[in-house]
């Protein structure tokens, strides 16, 4: 070992002109080309420490190998708090796949792997961090990565067409919307590109064939927001995508296998110009020669790796060479050799051999750290923070307690004050080690502390409140943008259903380009019953809504001109009225009566809270504070928290309890599936484990005995929260004290367990939770009814579910569940048959030997299903066969892959909550949907789950706009009764009946919900007013944007909305500004009273209603003062008389006119 203990260094921050050693003593070690030195000790977040001390020293990158990507994601961390964000730190991680993948990476992954290559000869002595499976696999030659990327500036001369060449050599795709890495899209004179190794994709604007500006854009709202001078472009893959490179793929392939090319998929797609998923593990056939990860570092680089590197290099050349044995013999998609792909060990080591290494070990001592004393909260102890003010009386070391963000530190510090600890703030570290204030406080992300001798402590928030999960965005969040949730909802496919307001319930047949007084003009097309269509001009799309209530192929479809659609909206309109009239009710006796006000949160909460182990999202915070303010006012709340599958809806739940348990109260959790109830129960246990509360739970899988004493203890007041079914509340159970109710998932149970809710609402608190997506126009019907609380932000870390359609194939489900298998996760696979669902595990088990599988199904006896759960939730078993019984409520954060048989039996919404059981960590989730071989799938079945494939973002809940989705959220909020009048005119018109009549009868008037169109003003001035499609080739978006136009109420709203789409798509063509202009003209008509306006070269007119505000006297002193300009047609037409043949002529003349009559 050439280890050498010397004299204090100066190492970290050293203060202008003082000498004083602030940092600690560090090893200083003889770095010789081939020596390995050993540094013991070096457990948690001494590991970062040591390493920008090595690398701040000897002033040369620095690579770290990590055993795995979680290591290398919480060494990242720790570098960044303790470096304060000066040191240059870049990670080059492996690609997440398995080993001959027929699945590529995600572009994310890519994107930073290429940006970390191109970066390595550009940064001034970086810390490069990489795992050892990354090391181990060949990499394109640094000369292609080096010709490959070129750099794009404002004003230089660069034509679109040429940047988009060379953008599709570079292997990015041209798309409509440009939402990922690697894509481009093109509008007009506009260019929205992603950049691989970019945070933000950029939007070029071109004037001619100059560059006039380069601008960064959000991918949620597609619109701009900072400019930039200069962005470098890196190609979309590590991999040539040129004619020249697929040229040289396919004669290498030819070469390198003996089997037909042509019988080959990935040859034939290749020579496509098409590339193949899993194409990576074929790289070395685009190349003469490979590089690996050590031709792209510093001859001078320092190499750093872990005691146990040499086992995990064994670990991953295993996998290799066990992967290749079993899938060599595949003709079709023949393989390259392990050693082709990855470095043989012997490689590995001589490339190793030829810099200085360092080895990390957590074993052993390390002179320059000491032990740091328990610190740990007992929340039952009286002194709960005791083992914290102990170790701050006792130690002589200067402590800093380091929180995981800035809203946790402040709960923390207010948690620390009542304690009599009073830290002072710090912005970071350095700043603490600059400083000589002996206790601080400051935000960063460390999982573990240290104390350096008796100098200096740092301690990890969850050292004092126990482990918590760090959430770390992938890309920065803004607001929840509601109305871009809204405006998704509006996407409509050929044939979907939508609602006329005035002729019913039709098809959507697309957008039509027709001449109409010798002027082209957009319309959406409306199909109906014989074949009949109805054309609806563009600015009238404001009378159009998608239609939701039923299954699209059963919804109605009206004939033109039958009194059919205006019985259905009679009857409907009725309905709503009742409706209203019993919410009011209900509404009302809940504002009469008073109910138990709870205290306001205390300390004890805040510890409570401090216990949650994630950080809270916007919207969740949003929903926690409106639930406790809603349960400190005197009156019963009654109150909706809906949110998608996993976004956190339980741990509202869990600190509205708290707070009902702590002012005395008991809770019950009703649930509709004992399986939910038991996750329940050991949920609320585990996060009540520190407290005095005792958690019961009534279900199948307890005996009767057990019951018995759980309801004789909640009867006498020794029970604070129990969990159960619907059993809870039919009456056989006396609470001794009941406050809260908690309803999980209200639209599973049946008609009279909500018939116990509704009497139940006037009593106590409720707190009902939904996965179901509720639309905002639902919110604002029952504003002031039911109170709402939409939590649409996702969990950060969180990659939305890649989902596939397959074949059942045994090949596809082993390559499935051993890709989850190989990073450490566990699998649902969901055979929905309790009869043959045993011989499906026992098929699975001879498929994949290595496979613990269990079996779970809703006709096990109790406790066995219990067992099976346990065994599942603990990692005992890693592929669990069951039926749907997982689809509510099921929390298994380490299960990231679902297959799904017979996925065609399931209906849109079941599909949603099933695939919703996965994706609830940072990792990659995987479903996959089986069908059958030997069948055609149905119409119906074909479209539900090419819709299940499409949604596949995160907060799905609220794009799947179909009705079994948004029924639901009806049915919840008010029950069963309305769902038949819905389906026959659809959830968006009986709401705004329910809207009108509720707001009527507040205002104590009768109620009128009878609904048709507005008095609509038209204008016809002959002039194309359109978004021509060579402007917006994207129909769907065309539609979105005219419906837009056409619902604008404001002169303000249609300027937000020209700024967006010059912004987002260029320059407004004439036609677009006539529109625009044409929309304003309308806005100002009907304020006016005005029905009509047309114009051609010569004239005008203007049609008045019966009711126009216009003052007569002041049309007649207009026309007498010009008689040659306006004259009276008739008792209600005004025409205008004026040479206009041209469009600016016509709108400046109608703007005067309107002018005039104001």
Known sequence: MHCVLQTLYHLLYRPKGTLKNIMLDALSLTLKTGYKNLIEGLDGSRKALQLLAIAKQYKRPAVCITNTIAELNELEDELAFLSSGQQTVLRFSDWETLPYDAFSPHQDII??????????????????????????????????????????????????????????????????????????????????????????????????????????????????????????????????????????????????????????????????????????????????????????????TLIVRMDTFNEQVASVQLDYRSRHESLSYDIERPILKPEEICLREDELFSHLNQYASVIFSEQGDNANYRPLDEVKIESKSPTPLGNLSRFLDHSS?????????????????????????????????????????NLCITEGNIGRGFQIKNDIALIAESEILGERVSQKRRRKQGDVNEDAIIRNLTELRLNAPVVHIDHGVGRYLGLTNLQIDGQETELLTLGYAND????????????????????????????????????????????ARDTAAELLEIYAKREARVGHAFSKPDDQYELFAAGFPFEETPDQQLAIDAVIQDMSAPKPMDRLVCGDVGFGKTEVAMRAAF????????????????????????????????????????SRFRSGKQSSAAIKRLEEGKADIVIGTHKLIQGDINFANLGLVIIDEEHRFGVKQKDQFKALRAEVDILTLTATPIPRTLNMSLSGIRDLSIIATPPAKRLSVKTFIKQKDDYQIKEA???ELHRGGQIYYLHNDVQTIEKAAADLTELIPEARVIVGHGQMRERELEQVMSDFYHKRA?????????????????????????????????????RGRVGRSHHQAYAYLLTPQDRKLTKDAEKRLEAITL???????????????????????????????????????????????????????????????????????????????????????????????????????????????????GLLPEATKNLFRQTDIKLKAEKLGITKIEANQKEGKIFFNSTTPVDPMKLIRLIQTKPDQYKLVGSDTLKYIAPMMNAEARFQQTYKTLEQLH
């Open 817 to 819: 569940i051993l890709r």
């Open 951 to 1065: 949604a596949d973002t995160l907060g799905a809940g609220f794009t799947l706009a179909t009705h079994d989705l948004e029924i639901r959220g009806t049915g919840e909020l008010l029950g069963d009764g309305q769902s038949g009048h819905i389906e026959h005119i659809g959830f968006s018109l009986f709401m705004e009946m329910l809207d009108r009549a509720v707001k009527s009868l507040k205002n104590g008037e009768s109620p009128n919900v009878d609904i048709s169109s507005p008095a609509l003003t038209d204008i016809n001035l002959r002039i194309p007013a359109l978004i021509p499609e060579d402007y917006l080739g994207d129909v769907h978006s065309r539609l979105i944007l005219y419906k837009r136009i056409a619902s604008a109420t404001t002169e303000e709203d249609l300027k937000d909305l020209q700024v967006e789409m010059i912004d987002r798509f």
């Open 532 to 575: 009949a269509k109805l054309y609806v001009p563009v600015s009238s799309l404001q009378l159009i809504s998608r239609y939701t209530g039923a299954d699209e192929d059963t919804a109605p479809l009206h004939k033109l001109g039958s009194d059919k659609w205006s019985v259905a909206k009679q009857k409907a309109a009725e309905k």
């Open 397 to 437: 070391a200067r402590v800093l307690i380091v929180a995981e963000s800035a809203g946790r530190r402040e709960a923390l510090l207010e948690l620390l004050k009542k304690h009599k600890i009073q830290p002072d703030y710090c912005e970071d570290w350095s700043h603490f080690l600059t400083t000589k204030k």
């Open 878 to 914: 890693n592929v669990l066969v069951c039926s749907t019984i997982i689809e509510t409520g099921i929390d298994i954060p380490n299960a990231n892959t679902i297959i799904i048989e017979r996925a065609d039996k399931f209906g849109l919404a079941q599909l949603h909550q099933l």
């Open 659 to 698: 707070l009902a348990v702590e002012g005395g109260k008991q809770v019950a959790v009703l649930v509709p599936t004992t399986l939910l109830a038991q996750q329940h129960y050991e949920n609320f246990c585990d996060r009540f484990a520190d407290w005095p509360v005792e958690v019961e739970l009534l």
């Open 111 to 300: 994107s930073q792997r290429l940006e970390t290559l191109a970066k390595l000869s550009e940064c001034d002595a970086p810390i490069i961090l990489t795992t050892a499976a990354s090391c181990l696999t060949r990499l394109c030659p640094k000369q292609h990565l080096d010709a490959q990327h070129f750099h794009v500036k404002e004003g230089q001369l660069l034509a679109l067409e040429k940047l988009a060449k060379k953008l599709t050599d570079a292997g990015y795709l041209n798309v409509d919307n440009v939402h990922e890495h690697g894509e481009f899209s093109i509008r007009g004179a506009l260019m929205d590109v992603f950049p691989m190794g970019a945070s933000d994709p950029i939007r070029i604007d071109w004037f001619d064939n100059e560059i006039d500006s380069i601008r960064f854009f959000d991918v949620d709202t597609q619109r701009s927001t900072d400019k930039v001078s200069e962005i470098k472009m890196l190609p979309a893959k590590e991999f040539p995508t040129s004619a020249q490179g697929i040229q040289q793929f396919r004669q290498r392939f030819r070469e390198r296998f003996e089997t037909d090319p042509l019988s080959s998929p990935l040859y034939q797609d290749i020579s496509s110009g098409i590339i193949p998923s899993g194409i990576e593990y074929y790289l070395p056939l685009f190349f003469t020669e490979t590089s690996t990860f050590f031709d792209y570092l510093d001859p001078e």
